[in-house]
């Protein structure tokens, strides 16, 4: 029998990490595309070291580092080479312009990592294999059972079960001729 102290006093909720890691990833993913702009001019401008509102190939690979990838020398040139411009270093708008060419589209990049990391509850980079293949063939714009099985088989399971989605993701897009050239970003 419960006492009359019992019944006023709120039972805590369970905590479901999948269910909260939905609700911290959609409530980040809000404010980085709100903030995405004022992200990347901040990272610009920090690699800016001479001030003249211009990246040079350094200053290019440090801002990309910065945020997460990991290109080679070569695909930094390639990507200033790509805009011809005078002393080999670009403006803000056409940094922007490499970066979203490097990664295909940033949304598309962006959408998909958010869209698997919610299998992610720990942030290992690691979702199951099953449950992905389920997920890709219900939801969103569903593939088809071969077409989520190709996705799947560009990265390797690991003993328990698991893919890396972080790969997969870049593999897709570089496969698919979104990374036009730079594949290891």
Not at 133 to 144: A, H, I, S, V
């Amino acid at each position: 029998m419960s006492t009359a102290s019992e019944l006023l006093i709120p039972k805590p909720k369970q905590s479901d990490p999948v269910e909260d890691k939905k609700n911290f990833l959609s409530e980040v993913s809000r404010d980085w595309k709100f903030h995405r702009d004022d992200v990347l001019k901040e990272v610009f401008d920090m690699c800016d070291k001479d001030g003249d509102e211009k990246l040079a190939e350094k200053e290019m690979g440090r801002a990309l580092r910065f945020l997460g990838l990991n290109p080679t020398e070569p695909q930094i040139r390639d990507m200033i080479i790509e805009h011809n411009t005078p002393k080999g270093k670009l403006t803000y708008e056409q940094f922007v312009g490499s970066l979203e060419n490097a990664i295909g589209s940033w949304s598309m990049y962006e959408d998909l990592m958010f869209a698997f990391s919610v299998f992610d509850p720990t942030d290992t980079g690691f979702a199951n294999r099953a449950e992905l293949k389920d997920n890709l063939t219900m939801l969103g714009e569903p593939l088809d059972e071969e077409e989520a099985e190709d996705w799947l088989s560009l990265v390797e399971t690991n003993g328990r079960g698991d893919v890396n989605y972080r790969l997969m993701v870049k593999e897709v897009l570089r496969r698919e001729g979104f990374l036009n050239g730079a594949e290891k970003l």
